[in-house]
C-alpha cells in the first residue's frame, strides 16, 4: 500500500520560513518524480516545485528563489524549504509520486501566512 505523508504546514508570519516533508512508502522512492503541488481556496491546485529521480528541478515562477526542494533516496523522503513566504502562498500543500501512468497523492498539510 503507498502512502504519502506530509509534515510540517502551520501558521507563520509575512517572511518567515517553513520547511515541509513528505515520507514516502510502498513504492521505490529512488526512481519516481517526485513533487510539491498547492491549492489555495477557490484555485486550482498548482505546481510548486518538482524533483526528478536524478535530481533535475523546477519551479513555478512564483516561488522561484524562495522555495527549494530537495529528496533524500536513503530516507524515502522529499522536503520543500520555504523561505521568504507571503499570504500569496497560504494554501494547502500536496505531496505527488509519479512514474509513467501511476501517481499516488498525500493528504496534505496546511500552510497559512498571516500576520
Known amino acids: 500500500q503507498v502512502q504519502l505523508v506530509e509534515s510540517g504546514g502551520g501558521l507563520v508570519q509575512p517572511g518567515g520560513s517553513l520547511r515541509l516533508s513528505c515520507a514516502a512508502s510502498?513504492?521505490?522512492?529512488?526512481?519516481?518524480?517526485m513533487g510539491w503541488y498547492r491549492q489555495a481556496p477557490g484555485k486550482q491546485r498548482e505546481l510548486v516545485a518538482r524533483v526528478t529521480g536524478g535530481g533535475l528541478t523546477n519551479y513555478a515562477d512564483s516561488v522561484k528563489g524562495r522555495f527549494t526542494i530537495s529528496r533524500d533516496n536513503a530516507q524515502n523522503t522529499m522536503y520543500l524549504q520555504m523561505n521568504s513566504l507571503k499570504p500569496e502562498d497560504t494554501a494547502v500543500y500536496y505531496c505527488k509520486a509519479g512514474l509513467g501512468g501511476s501517481e499516488y497523492w498525500g493528504q496534505g498539510t496546511q500552510v497559512t501566512v498571516s500576520s
Open positions: 510502498g513504492i521505490i522512492f529512488r526512481i519516481y518524480a
